[in-house]
């Protein structure tokens, strides 16, 4: 128990690092896709400001013929530092790849576009009409944030917080910034499948876990309780074995036909004794035969009242205490069932009548043929062990009745025979007053 303690703390850990684990992965997945936004949303602002610039070129008349203008550009590797011709740049060793060429043209678009040769001669940039094209172009992008500003270096906005802001240069001179309502829910969207399998994931692993723990408590309560019945069974089995044993060696060491008395004395305890071992033996062997998932039924039609005489005549014989057992059937009262397990199950019936009483107890057998019920004066059951006592080794607290052993597998045994009959069985009871257990016969 000791290492099981130790190797469940280590799977709690574990766990519990895997779930932190699988957070910290999730929020760098959500950066991850974050700068991949931004960097679409900073192109984004790049072709809204190069459209803008190009209109006001042409409002300036600078266009060309058909309102075009021309620009000459030239594309070269990335971080090679200095401008290089052709020669040199095949000369030199350089083996790391191109920035993305898209990127790469629009930044030179952006430069030739706002160099001296226009910036001189054309109006300032109108910010509602740059806003508009970045609006739109982020549309094109699948993009629609709720909130689009702009503004030029040192100017001012009132802007909530969490707006993303965009810093947006050309040739490392700040042009503009934007701020844009957080792209969250996108971003979310594309991690959905991820987020929702993890999610699934936990929630099986916890779930599993939480049973697993549910189910070895379980079985450490059965075990427990096993442990209590073979402890109470063999001291029991002890007892009576014992007082049969020493009053039959009384009778042969020193025997005296004359005195009838003391014989007859003798044998009775015997009797009682062997009668009461018969019982013991009878609980193991039902909880043996329980145990058996192969159990078969041999039903035969059983006629109530003369089967039921019979089994009350017995439990008569038995009974440690003054009891009276009444007998309530029709002559033609019968039902299908194996003779030897219905025997068994009323007679269990009766014998916890008998038990849980005061020192007397008047107990009502009534059958039909739809069912049978034991109603009895006795102790009664507490309504919180209503639904347990038809649990295997469960045993109802009675704190004025410590004396009467038991070994919580009769009910179990009766609900099982009941239920492979097709039966049902319920129980009614207050403390004080006595119970009335029901079993409704079915398919007769």
Same mark, same amino acid.
């Given at each position: ?178 701020? #844009? @309502? ?11 499948? !991820? /987020?929702?399998?993890?999610? $699934?994931? %936990? ?93 078969? #039924? @041999? ?11 019979? !089994? /009350?005549?017995?439990?008569? $014989?038995? %009974? ?125």
């Amino acid at each position: 128990m000791k290492h099981f303690k130790l190797i469940l703390t280590l799977i709690r850990v574990i766990f519990t690092l895997l779930l932190i684990a699988n957070v910290y992965f999730m929020m760098r997945l959500y950066d991850s896709i974050k700068e991949r936004y931004i960097s679409d949303v900073e192109q984004s602002l790049s072709r809204a400001d190069q459209i803008e610039t190009v209109d006001r070129i042409i409002d300036a008349g600078l266009g060309g013929e058909d309102d075009v203008v021309w620009l000459n550009i030239g594309l070269q590797k990335s971080d090679v530092g200095d401008e290089m011709n052709a020669d040199e740049l095949r000369d030199k060793d350089y083996s790391q790849g191109f920035r993305r060429p898209d990127k790469q043209i629009m930044s030179m678009i952006a430069g030739c576009l706002h160099n001296d040769s226009y910036t001189d001669r054309i109006s300032e940039p109108d910010i509602p009409k740059l806003e508009e094209a970045f609006r739109r172009d982020l549309g094109f992008s699948g993009y629609y944030p709720e909130e689009v500003y702009i503004i030029v270096p040192g100017g001012t906005l009132e802007y909530s917080s969490d707006l993303w802001e965009i810093t947006y240069r050309v040739n490392d001179d700040i042009v503009y910034y934007a701020y #844009i @309502s957080p792209l969250t829910k996108s971003i979310l969207d594309e991690m959905s499948g !991820v /987020i929702s399998t993890s999610a $699934l994931i %936990a929630l099986v692993l916890t779930f599993g876990f939480w049973y697993l723990l549910h189910v070895i408590r379980r079985l450490r309560t059965i075990e427990e309780m096993k442990d209590d019945f073979t402890n109470n069974m063999t001291h029991e089995l002890k007892t009576p074995i014992a007082i049969a044993y020493a009053a039959n060696d009384s009778l042969l060491q020193f025997p005296d036909p004359k005195d009838e008395e003391r014989t007859r004395k003798y044998l009775t305890a015997a009797l009682d004794q062997l009668s009461k071992l018969a019982g013991l033996v009878e609980n193991i062997l039902a909880m043996s035969m329980e145990r058996r998932k192969n159990l078969t #039924i @041999s039903k035969e039609k059983i006629i109530l009242r003369p089967f039921l005489t019979t !089994v /009350i005549e017995q439990q008569k $014989l038995r %009974a440690y205490k003054p009891c009276e057992i009444l007998l309530e059937c029709t002559e033609a009262a019968a039902v299908e069932a194996d003779p030897t397990h219905f025997s068994n199950i009323i007679g269990n019936l009766i014998e916890n009548s008998i038990k849980y009483s005061s020192e007397r107890v008047v107990i009502a057998v009534r059958a039909d043929n739809n069912c049978i019920s034991v109603t009895d004066d006795g102790i009664g059951i507490p309504e919180k062990s209503l639904t347990e006592i038809f649990q295997k080794f469960y045993r109802v607290p009675h704190g004025n009745k410590a004396e009467v052993r038991g070994y919580g597998i009769g009910l179990y045994y009766v609900k099982t025979i009941v239920e492979k009959h097709g039966w049902s069985i319920s129980v009614e009871s207050k403390p004080g007053k006595g119970s009335i257990f029901t079993i409704k016969f079915k398919g007769q």
